[in-house]
């Protein structure tokens, strides 16, 4: 029997978690059984329980992993300020990125079942969103980003909204132009924000 290090543990667990966030965003955590998320990955179902206690342990982990990489790659590497938020802004309501559900946002592809998950898991989903709201709120009010993080959090369900709204819809040229309007939107509210 072979046996394996730490290290290969550690990256088949990287490797699940970051499959089942894909798959998640994509089928929604319902329609993602661990036989799937497992061949995903590239495993045997047996494997699964080496790394997890349960679908729900797993759930937990992918929806931090997915709202810790979306701060990451999305919010902390924008520019500063209110070129960083107009960034933001475009790249979230781009049709590129209602048309990635896989590697989109967790917000926009899974908010209405994280409402229903576990309270560990909406634990989770509130302390990544967070982290996101924090950049974002940094960018708005660089001065005391605390002040600004219902704005920043109310802004952030703005763009999720308009974005499922744009997924839905079967008319392309009407989700198009969802999306602009809903630039628009958000950034006639940081201008409103700003004269305040």
């Not at 179902?45 to 080496?50: C, D, L, P, R, V």
């Not at 070129?83 to 209405?112: M, T």
Request: aromatic share 4%.
């Amino acid at each position: 029997m072979v046996r394996y290090g730490k290290e290969h543990k550690s990256e088949t667990r990287r490797r699940i978690i970051e499959t089942a966030g894909r798959r998640f965003k994509r089928d929604g955590i319902d329609g993602s059984g661990v036989s799937t998320l497992m061949k995903d990955a590239g495993l045997t179902n047996g494997a699964f329980y080496a790394h997890f206690e349960s679908k729900d342990d797993l759930v937990t982990t992918a929806v931090a992993d997915q709202l810790k990489a979306q701060a990451e790659n999305v919010v902390a590497r924008a520019a500063p300020g209110r070129a960083g938020l107009e960034q933001i802004v475009r790249g979230y309501l781009s049709p590129q990125h209602r048309d990635s559900l896989a590697d989109g946002c967790p917000n926009a592809a899974l908010l209405d079942e994280i409402g229903r998950c576990t309270d560990t898991t909406r634990q989770a989903y509130t302390d990544g969103v967070l982290v996101l709201i924090d950049g974002i709120a940094a960018r708005m009010a660089p001065e005391d980003p605390p002040s600004a993080r219902v704005k920043a959090l109310s802004l952030l369900g703005l763009m999720a909204g308009t974005l499922q709204l744009a997924r839905a819809l079967t008319d392309s040229q009407l989700a198009h132009e969802l999306l602009d309007q809903g630039i628009s939107n958000v950034l006639a509210l940081l201008d409103a924000e700003q004269r305040v």
